[in-house]
């Protein structure tokens, strides 16, 4: 099937690695050209030259930190120098959080509101207005089932990603009139790099391997009884993305082997 992709231009946020490097990948094999930041310089960089070399499409990989309002406009502007502006906006970099509601601080609020929502919103400016000039476009939002179906040990977590599926819903009704679909991708447990760092870190003096703890927790909790890869991930990402999804806008699709308890 040809996803009409070809010669489009995607913003990923946190696409160096995990979820959003296999999103690149997924967009850049169907000819998308492909702009990525992510905090960590030498990941970001060397990521988005292999893309290049892997499906001859041009890319570029940036420094910035997403939680941070200057970065977010800096990257803004080095995607509208290299590309002219972007077609597709994809929302990833974001990462879990432990703590209890009556004793995290104020600032540990502030920092996952302006990683997981903030950065959302000034993209969204930053991004739109040529976006709208080129006729169109897509914008999605990579949330979690955690945003409907919360995890004990993450309040913080969890509301954060509640307004971000908020957010999305909102802007979805203000830009729809300008062909720009917006949407929420709930995903469930998928293996990557910072699971896996949860795992070591839970497992560290049980006696027991994190690769074991990961798949008790997915017979655990998901009918399907295993992780997702990346991969699996993004597809639906991509399909999101083309204009085979013409009537998606607005909503928030689960993908998460049967995890979310209620239909
Ligand atoms: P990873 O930790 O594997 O990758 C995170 C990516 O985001 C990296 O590229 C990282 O690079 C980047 N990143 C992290 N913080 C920032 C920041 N402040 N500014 C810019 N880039 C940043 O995470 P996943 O792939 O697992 O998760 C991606 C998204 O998917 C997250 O928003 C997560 O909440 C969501 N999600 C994940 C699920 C899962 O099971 N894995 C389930 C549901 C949702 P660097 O460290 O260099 O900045």
Excluded at 59 to 68: E, F, I
Excluded at 190 to 210: C, F, H, M, N, Y
Aim: glycine share 10%.
């Amino acid at each position: 099937m040809d996803l009409e992709l070809k010669g489009k231009v995607a913003v990923i946020t946190g696409g160096s690695v995990g979820i959003g490097l296999a999103v690149a990948r997924g967009l850049a094999a169907e000819g998308v050209h492909v702009a990525l930041c992510a905090r960590d310089e030498a990941r970001v960089v060397a990521r988005a030259e292999e893309i290049a070399r892997d499906y001859g499409v041009r890319t570029l990989g940036v420094a910035a930190d997403v939680s941070r309002a200057a970065d977010v406009a800096r990257f803004a502007a080095a995607v509208s120098d290299t590309f002219g502006g972007a077609d597709i906006l994809i929302n990833n970099a974001g990462t879990g959080s432990e703590e209890t509601i009556m004793e995290a601080p104020d600032e540990k609020w502030h920092y996952y509101l302006e990683l997981h929502l903030m950065a959302a919103v000034r993209l969204a400016r930053a991004l739109v207005p040529r976006m709208r000039a080129r006729g169109g476009g897509v914008i999605l939002n990579n949330a979690s089932i955690c945003a409907t179906q919360p995890l004990g040990y993450e309040p913080i977590y969890n509301v954060s990603k509640a307004a971000l599926a908020m957010f999305s819903k909102c802007l979805a009704n203000e830009l729809i009139g300008d062909n720009i679909r917006v949407n929420t991708v709930n995903p469930g447990l998928i293996q990557t790099p910072d699971w896996e760092k949860t795992a070591r870190l839970l497992t560290r003096d049980q006696g027991v391997s994190w690769e074991a703890y990961l798949e008790e927790v997915a017979k655990e909790n998901t009918p399907i009884g295993r992780f997702a890869s990346p991969e699996e991930l993004a597809h639906f990402f991509v399909f999101l993305c083309s204009p085979k999804a013409s009537y998606c806008v607005g909503s928030s699709y689960y993908v998460d082997g049967g995890w979310l308890k209620v239909v």
